[in-house]
Each structure stands twice: as structure tokens, then as C-alpha cells.
């Protein structure tokens, strides 16, 4: 470890800031898009940036809004059953819609198939699984098959018991659709003995689109040299918790990654570019539209992606690496000869705002806590249980110091090796 890296780290490890600043981003709330919290999340952001450097930018967003207003979930007798509507669900009439319920178990492909031909004009029940796994079926493509069948309506139940209903974007985005909610396991239950009865439930979701703007914000610390190394993470979240692992955790290490860096980027190859991104709950809304709206030569400047998304939670770190096989073979590289003890996934995960980047060319990885380890605390994601209480001071200090690692490497690496990486 050289001497420039040393203090890096030293100062990552000695910043009481980075466990202040990951509280006071829970203290914030849930943070999801639209609502006050978000907006206290972005201040705060912009408060902590500008006192690490003064080429700070607040960048307006548009996105496809919604509003909820009403939701409810009936049965046949009145009962009231959990309901929290996926983000940007399908509004249904006002008097509720009603249909049978079919039960298609996890929802995976081949559960779609099994069913394929009980599904039209039911509400399908599926199941909302571990998100970070190589088995894992993601709840947007679980919809799509609903809707692809001919469902009337979708649900998604937690599969832990007294957990609540789970959270999430439905991805609609402002086009056609169908209504879609988060459930809890025992409603489930009682749903599931349900189907193929030809009982009926009624669903009713009440709510609004609208345009919607919200902000990037980005801190530049220049190298000495052209390009930049991009250090992101999304600071919006749902409102059934604080956010806390996702993605309190991620905004707070970017922080102290940009403290400890700002001193040493004078000799440093590129440039460190800090970018924190809302709307990413929204089907990666915010990154998806700003990196569509920069100028081609910008994008291009960009010579890799670090994104940090529930960077604690569990004790391990996996990249992400996003179907590029040569970012994964360095990434690995790069992990054993620092010791970093980072794992790699190679197939694309479309689950955070390191996707976008990848969409456009761009070598990019997410660093996530708990992959394949569906007894960590990660898997309270999504739900009431994303809370602080879930962190450990001391995983999100390892996190921030192994980004730390990883992106200073990236920032002296040549021009040549980095551009082997495309």
C-alpha cells in the first residue's frame, strides 16, 4: 500500500462522519421520490458535498411521478387484507376491480407456464424472493409475465412471516398497465387457499401520474488528467422504513470516499466524479435520465462506474459486473492483490443505477453486501425492516474502506488499462 493510498484509508477509517452521516440520512425517513423526505435527503446531500469541494452541481430531473391516494384489499367478506401499492401502479375504477385470485407460487418462468392458461382476468399471487442471488427472478419481470397472460391485477407477498408487505416499483412509468401491490406473508396464506376457488377479492387502487422532477447532484475533484472515474449511489427509498442498508449506507460511504480522496486527487490519472442519483426506485428513473441527456463526448469521458448500493448489511462485498467479462477479470485481479476479499457476479443485474451506465457503453459494477446469502440482514430490504438497526458500524467502515481501495486504483490506473475494460 503506498502512501497516497494509506492516508486514504487511514482517514476513511478515523471519519466519525461516515456513521453521523449514514444516521442522519435515516433521519431523513424513507426518502422516497417526491415526498418532503426525498427533498430533506437532497439538502442534506448538497450540504455534505459542498463542504468536500466547490464544483458542486444540482441538476434537474424529469420522471414519470405518481401520487397515491387510496388502496385497499378485500375479501369477499369484507375483510381487510395489507396492501401497499407498488410505485407507479395501475390506478383501477373507482369502485375497486374484482376477480379471483390464482396463485402462482415463487413466479418464476416456469410457473407462468404452468399456469398459463388460469391466469387471465385473475389477480396473480406471487412471491417476493432474496434480490441478490444468481436464482433470482426480479418483481418487475414477474409482472411483465402477469401482464403478458392476461392477469388482472398482480400481488406480491412477503414470504417472511410478521414481516409486514413488501415495497418496489411496479416500472410502469406512466404507460398502460395493470394494478399491483405489495402484500404480507399472512395474507398470503389466506389468499393462497383462495385460489382456484373461484372466491373473489376486491382490489382498488386510487391514484395519479404526473411529471415529476427531481435532482442529480454531483461532485467533481479533478485529477491530473482528462476522464473520470464516477463513484455513485442512489440516495431515494420507500416510505414503509428508513432506507437504511438501501441505500442510507451507499450515500454515507460516498461521502467518506470523497473526504478522504479530495486531499490526494492532484496526482491522481483522472478525475473523481461523485454522483447521487433519486428516482432510482422508480425502474432506475433518475440515472436512466441524465445519462441520456449528456452530451456524447461526456459519457465517453467516463471510464468506469463504481456504484454503491447496500454496501452493508452483511460482512462480505460482491461486484457486480455487468456482462463485462474484462471489468470482472480486473476486478478480481484487483481484489487479490489488495486482499479486498471482494466476490464477482458476471451476469448483468439490472437491480441498481450502475445498469444505466452499462447501457451506454460504460464499464460499471455495483458493490452489494449479502450476495447469496439469503440469513443476512439484506433480505429486510423492501420491507418495515430496513432499518438502522440492521447496520454495523463496523461493515460500513470495511465497506467504505474496500470502495476506497477499488476507486483509487481506478483513478491511477493508465489511460490503456481502463480502456481495456470496454
Known amino acids: ?87 407507479g401502479s395501475q390506478s383501477t375504477a ?64 412477503n414470504p417472511n412471516p410478521a ?20 402484500t404480507d406473508f399472512e395474507a398470503a396464506e389466506r389468499l393462497s387457499h383462495l385460489s382456484g376457488t373461484r372466491a373473489r377479492v376486491c382490489l382498488n387502487v386510487q391514484a395519479e401520474d404526473y411529471t415529476a422532477d427531481t435532482r442529480v447532484l454531483t461532485l467533481d475533484l479533478p485529477g491530473s488528467g482528462p476522464g473520470w472515474v464516477v463513484l455513485s449511489a442512489h440516495l431515494d427509498g420507500h416510505d414503509l422504513a428508513e432506507s437504511a442498508m438501501d441505500n442510507a449506507t451507499g450515500v454515507a460511504a460516498a461521502f467518506a470516499i470523497a473526504r478522504a480522496m479530495a486531499p490526494q486527487m492532484a496526482t491522481a490519472e483522472r478525475g473523481l466524479r461523485v454522483s447521487l442519483f433519486s428516482a432510482e426506485e422508480w425502474a432506475l428513473a433518475g440515472s436512466k435520465q441524465y445519462l441520456a441527456s449528456l452530451p456524447a463526448h461526456e459519457r465517453d469521458a467516463i471510464a468506469l462506474n463504481v456504484n454503491l448500493d447496500t454496501v452493508a448489511g452483511d460482512d462480505r462485498l460482491t461486484a457486480l459486473t455487468t456482462d463485462f467479462e474484462r471489468l470482472d477479470a480486473w476486478m478480481r485481479r484487483v481484489s487479490e492483490e489488495a486482499k479486498l476479499g471482494v466476490g464477482t457476479y458476471l451476469p448483468t443485474m439490472s437491480n441498481s443505477d450502475h445498469y444505466n451506465f452499462a447501457q451506454h457503453g460504460i464499464p460499471a459494477l ?16 423492501l420491507t418495515r425492516g430496513d432499518t438502522r438497526d440492521k447496520v454495523r458500524e463496523a461493515d460500513l467502515v470495511a465497506a467504505a474502506r474496500t470502495a ?19
Open 1 to 87: 500500500m503506498n502512501d497516497q493510498l494509506r492516508r486514504i484509508i487511514d482517514a476513511v477509517s478515523g471519519d466519525d462522519a461516515l456513521w453521523s452521516d449514514f444516521n442522519a440520512l435515516c433521519d431523513c425517513g424513507g426518502r422516497r421520490a417526491g415526498t418532503e423526505s426525498e427533498t430533506k435527503s437532497l439538502d442534506l446531500a448538497q450540504q455534505r458535498l459542498a463542504a468536500i469541494g466547490r464544483q458542486v452541481r444540482s441538476e434537474p430531473v424529469a420522471y414519470a411521478g405518481w401520487r397515491l391516494h387510496h388502496a385497499s384489499l378485500l375479501l369477499e367478506d369484507g375483510t381487510s387484507l395489507s396492501c401497499n401499492p407498488l410505485l
Open 94 to 157: 373507482a369502485a375497486g376491480v374484482t376477480g379471483e385470485i390464482w396463485d402462482v407460487g415463487r413466479g418464476a418462468p416456469e410457473d407462468f407456464e404452468r399456469h398459463a392458461g388460469d391466469i387471465r382476468g385473475c389477480f396473480v399471487l406471487v412471491r417476493h424472493e432474496y434480490p441478490f442471488s444468481p436464482q433470482h427472478v426480479h418483481r418487475r419481470r414477474k409482472l411483465g409475465y402477469a401482464m403478458e397472460r392476461g392477469a388482472a391485477g398482480f400481488i406480491i407477498a
Open 163 to 182: 414481516s409486514g408487505p413488501v415495497s418496489g416499483s411496479s416500472g410502469r412509468g406512466g404507460q398502460a398497465g395493470i394494478p399491483a401491490v405489495g
Open 366 to 381: 455495483r458493490l452489494v453486501a449479502g450476495f447469496d446469502n439469503p440469513a443476512s440482514n439484506i433480505r429486510y430490504i
Open 404 to 422: 476506497a481501495m477499488l476507486v483509487w486504483r481506478a483513478l491511477i490506473a493508465s489511460e490503456a488499462e481502463l480502456a481495456a475494460l470496454r
